[in-house]
């Protein structure tokens, strides 16, 4: 299972840090993704990271978030910098699980978190 928090009002130029824990018998997490999706548009990837370093970004967010990790935790972050009102969506994250329990392992999604960008 996934669960997103962190997400909220926020006024344009802000910040705001969403977490995203993976719980369940998880043995590691190979890869992590945030996307999002706004209204009436398709979900877009924000950024993504690996175990091996891996690190990707949409243009729209380059030098503004920042993805991180902490595997201890089975938890992931996105600082989000800078924010303008064309960020406002809905975040999601996704987790390459690494399970012994076949129905827990693959990717997952979690159930989102609201971000809004306003004055």
């Known amino acids: 299972q996934l669960v997103e928090s962190g997400g909220g009002l926020v006024q344009p130029g802000g910040s705001l840090r969403l977490s995203c824990a993976a719980s369940?018998?998880?043995?590691?997490?190979?890869?992590w993704g945030w996307y999002r999706q706004a209204p009436g548009k398709q979900r877009e990837l924000v950024a993504a990271?690996?175990?091996?370093?891996?690190?990707d970004y949409a243009d729209f967010v380059k030098g503004r978030f920042t993805i991180s990790r902490d595997d201890a935790k089975n938890t992931v972050y996105l600082q989000m910098n800078s924010l303008n009102s064309e960020d406002t969506a809905v975040y999601y994250c996704?987790?390459?699980?690494?399970?012994?329990?076949?129905?827990?392992?693959?990717?997952?999604w979690g159930q989102g978190t609201q971000v809004t960008v306003s004055s």
């Open positions: 369940g018998s998880i043995s590691s997490i190979y890869a």
């Open positions: 996704n987790a390459d699980i690494n399970s012994p329990i076949a129905a827990m392992g693959g990717w997952h």
């Open positions: 990271t690996g175990t091996d370093g891996y690190l």
